[in-house]
């Protein structure tokens, strides 16, 4: 709401909300807000290369309340216009800058790259709506198409070099496929063989480690053996040696009762003898203390 007249110089601007209003003396106008949906349509504009394109783009628009210096612009420019005038005018400003846009770009570059275009539009119609009091909320580029079928054969190129590369890749594929297969079976077969050599390293060394310490094992082994017979055999011999003089003592002492049996029997002999050469008389007498002892011998 926009309120002149007596009392307001400037006029009052008023983005949403109440007034009031003095009758005669004041007077009060009405700006729409909403936002405004544009078809912007170009037909047959010639692109930089000379190639006559039609291309179709989608604005939202709006004039902006919040901004008190873009919505006093806005009622100057539109004070009293309806708001299919507005959308007019913002739509003639943007299908300018449009077609300004696709005068200077490629159908290539417009068709591949629809987000740049886009990006284009927007910038160059927002920094000249603006000083109208509206703003570009945003613009999509819905369409492009002509007449010459150059987008039609610019896709059958595009789609015949899509599946020529996809043949070059699917070869190129395959041959790497073939390439890598090869050398992963090689790989193989080389770590196999690797891996058998290393088994054969470690059988290798495995065998002679277990031959040496069956050397040593054996050897400790014999030594064990060996010092345990010759312990046997010592003791054995000093059990013999100590029979030998058990025997020894043993027949010493046979020895020296035989011959003190022989010295006993020869004493005895010789009283045999000595008897038999020698008789005594039958009697004897003795004087011994006062008296006359008789002592018979038989």
Known sequence: MVVSGCGRSPPLLIAGGRVFVFPCIQRIQRISLSTLTLNVKSDKVYTRHGVPISVTGIAQVKIQGQNKEMLAAACQMFMGKSEGEIAQIALETLEGHQRAIIAHLTVEEIYQDRKKFSEQVFKVASSDLVNMGIGVVSYTLKDVHDDQNYLSSLGKARTAQV????????????????????????????AQYKNEIEMAKAQRDFELKKAAYDVEVNTKKAESEMAYQLQVAKTKQRIEEEKMQVQVVERTQQITLQEQEITRREKELEQKLLRSTKREPWWTCCWRNSHWLVHLNF
């Open 163 to 190: 599946q020529r590369d996809a043949r070059i890749g699917e070869a190129q594929f395959k041959r790497d496929a073939v390439i890598k297969e090869a050398h992963a079976m090689q790989e193989k077969i080389s």
